[in-house]
T-cell receptor
Framework: GDSVTQMEGPVTLSEEAFLTINCTYTATGYPSLFWYVQYPGEGLQLLLKATKADDKGSNKGFEATYRKETTSFHLEKGSVQVSDSAVYFCALSDWNAGNMLTFGGGTRLMVKP | DSGVTQTPKHLITATGQRVTLRCSPRSGDLSVYWYQQSLDQGLQFLIQYYNGEERAKGNILERFSAQQFPDLHSELNLSSLELGDSALYFC?????????????FGPGTRLTVT
C-alpha cells in the first residue's frame, strides 16, 4: 500500500537558519502530495500541496517540489522564525481511491531565538 | 479557524465504556473523514463518508463505527473502549470525494481512557 517516510525529529535550529525536512513516498498510482503543520494544541493546517510531477508548492516562505524520479517531496524554508516551531507532516492522497490522506510520522521543529 | 467543528474537546472515560464524537463539516463540504492520532500509530485514516454514504474505510476497528447524517454532520462511535484507544481524533472535510480536494481539519477531540 501507499506509505510516507519523513525524517525523525526533533529538528532544532536557530532563528534565520535554513530548514530542510526530508520526505519520501511509495504509491501505486499518481498521488497528490501535501505538507501539513500542527501547532501545539491545534488541528492540522494545510501548508502547501503539489498535484503532479515537477509541481512546486509554496506558502509562507516554505517550498516543496514533487520529484517523481526520486519519489520525494522535501520541505524547505530559507530563514526560519521562532513562530515556525511546530510539527510538520508530509502526506499523500491517491485520488483514484478516494481522497484520504496517508501521513508520515511527523517531524517536530524547534526554532530558538 | 478551519470552519470544521468537533465536540467535545476533551473526553475522559473508563475502559469498557462507549462514547460518541461529533463533527460538523465546513459549509458546503460533502465529504467527512475521521483520523486517529496516537503516539504508537501516528496519524491514521479511519473512515470517509460522502453525502451520507460510506466512501472508504481505513484501519478502523470493528468496535468503532461512524455515520453521516442528512445535515452532513458526522458521528464516530467508539465502544468497548480500551486503554489503547486513548488518542486525538480528528475530523476533516472537503468539497468532493475524489481528486486532490483540500481537506480542512477540525481541532480534534482528545479521548483519554482510564
Amino acid at each position: 500500500g501507499d506509505s510516507v517516510t519523513q525524517m525523525e525529529g526533533p529538528v532544532t535550529l536557530s532563528e534565520e537558519a535554513f530548514l530542510t525536512i526530508n520526505c519520501t513516498y511509495t504509491a501505486t498510482g499518481y498521488p497528490s502530495l501535501f505538507w501539513y503543520v500542527q501547532y501545539p494544541g491545534e488541528g492540522l493546517q494545510l501548508l502547501l500541496k503539489a498535484t503532479k510531477a515537477d509541481d512546486k508548492g509554496s506558502n509562507k516562505g516554505f517550498e516543496a517540489t514533487y520529484r517523481k524520479e526520486t519519489t520525494s517531496f522535501h520541505l524547505e524554508k530559507g530563514s526560519v522564525q521562532v513562530s515556525d516551531s511546530a510539527v510538520y507532516f508530509c502526506a499523500l492522497s491517491d485520488w483514484n481511491a478516494g481522497n484520504m490522506l496517508t501521513f508520515g510520522g511527523g517531524t517536530r521543529l524547534m526554532v530558538k531565538p | 479557524d478551519s470552519g470544521v467543528t468537533q465536540t467535545p474537546k476533551h473526553l475522559i472515560t473508563a475502559t469498557g465504556q462507549r462514547v460518541t464524537l461529533r463533527c460538523s463539516p465546513r459549509s458546503g463540504d460533502l465529504s467527512v473523514y475521521w483520523y486517529q492520532q496516537s503516539l504508537d500509530q501516528g496519524l491514521q485514516f479511519l473512515i470517509q463518508y460522502y453525502n451520507g454514504e460510506e466512501r472508504a474505510k481505513g484501519n478502523i476497528l470493528e468496535r468503532f463505527s461512524a455515520q453521516q447524517f442528512p445535515d452532513l454532520h458526522s458521528e464516530l462511535n467508539l465502544s468497548s473502549l480500551e486503554l489503547g484507544d486513548s488518542a486525538l481524533y480528528f475530523c476533516a472535510s472537503s468539497v468532493g470525494a475524489d481528486g486532490a480536494y483540500e481537506q480542512y481539519f477540525g481541532p480534534g477531540t482528545r479521548l483519554t481512557v482510564t
